[in-house]
């Protein structure tokens, strides 16, 4: 297993990976979702060239891809290795309408946490046993997922008042070992700074 | 020489003119820089282009010290509720400046997360063209700014804010004594119930003792 082709063949044995013909350099497998998990650990641990670096997860949406046949919404982990300088891999998840859902991979690369919550705000795809799946990127009272070729890209929606952000503080107090005992009435939200035509959350 | 520094030294002129004069001339920016119309602005304010040079050479970097607040760069709508707080936490007087495409109508982001213009959120006085704008656009903007200054008048804002002061003082006083006449009505129910009690009592025990 020295080569990128050796790791194509013990993912297609271990996990019945299929290449996916579509990528011009020829380094993208796809996985099901339930492998997906098994796969990632694969590459990071097991196999001869190590992939130690996540680079990038990213959503695709094929709602409007031509000559495109299958599940509507796809999910791209790009991986680097960083002990043997230049190899990339890249693993694919296809994922249906009907079952949004993808398992996590944030405990295995740290980074992973970020990515996710990102791939879920901007596409609506869930990932289960993520720690802390909530919006990254738009304000927390957005509705829908903007990245969606449905989604009209000029609709606009008004956020209400600023990200309230305190009760992720102090609970990161609390896991340091400090207690809030009670919070200031100054950082309490008001009524009056939420703008005109403004969804109240 | 000493006569004539004792002699009262006396310019008679209007009192707008000597406000706006004075207002004109120490404009002090707060620079909301978030893209890079801010890094503009820097080359505006530093050697130069030098803008202390019409009196705007303090930048200041609370809003409670400033006059002219410096919207440059890209506001989203996680950024609009934080924009608009530090425009209500300036003193008045104030003005604001547009500084580039982004600032006066979204610029080329037209998306689901650009607010399309900071006018949706606060009032602008002067709109700046360019992606960014260059500091000679700069320049051209304060002094239409200073221009509109000189333009205000300090004694017939004062009347209005007067007479909003006063329509308020007699609001609130019509209000008070509304309040008050209908205190003292419940107070007159309270004490005529109080007697009729009070004589339903005193004809009970009458009544008791002739018997």
Known sequence: MKTVEDIF???EERFGAKREMLDKWGMTVIVSANYLHNAAQFLKCESDIKFEMLVDIAGIDYLTYPNHEGPRFAVSY???SMSNAGARFRLKVLVSEDNLSVPTISDLYANANWYEREVWDQFGIKFAGHPDLRRLLNHVEFVGHPLRKDYPAQKRQWLSTNDYLLPELEQRLEVLGYKVIKRSKEVETNDNEFLEGSIKA | MTAEAEKPNIITS?????????????LWPFPYGTACCAIEFMSTEVGRYDLSRIGSEYVRFTPRQSDVLLVSGTITYKQAPILKRIYEQMAEPRWVIAMGACACSGGFYDCYCTVPGIDNIIPVDVY????????????DAMFDLQNKIKDESYMK????????????IKAKTAEAKACAK???????????????????EVLKKAQFWKE
């Open chain 2, 182 to 200: 209908e205190f003292a009505h419940e107070k007159v129910v309270d004490i005529k119930d109080f007697v009729a009690e009070k004589e339903h």
């Open chain 2, 14 to 26: 209007s009192l707008d003119f000597i406000v706006n004069w004075g207002r004109t001339n120490s």
């Open chain 1, 78 to 80: 790009s991986f680097k």
């Open chain 2, 157 to 168: 804002q004062r009347a209005e804010r007067v007479k909003d002061q006063l329509e308020m």
């Open chain 1, 9 to 11: 063949s013990a993912l």
């Open chain 2, 128 to 139: 700046m063209g360019g992606c960014p704008s260059r500091p000679e656009a700069f320049f």
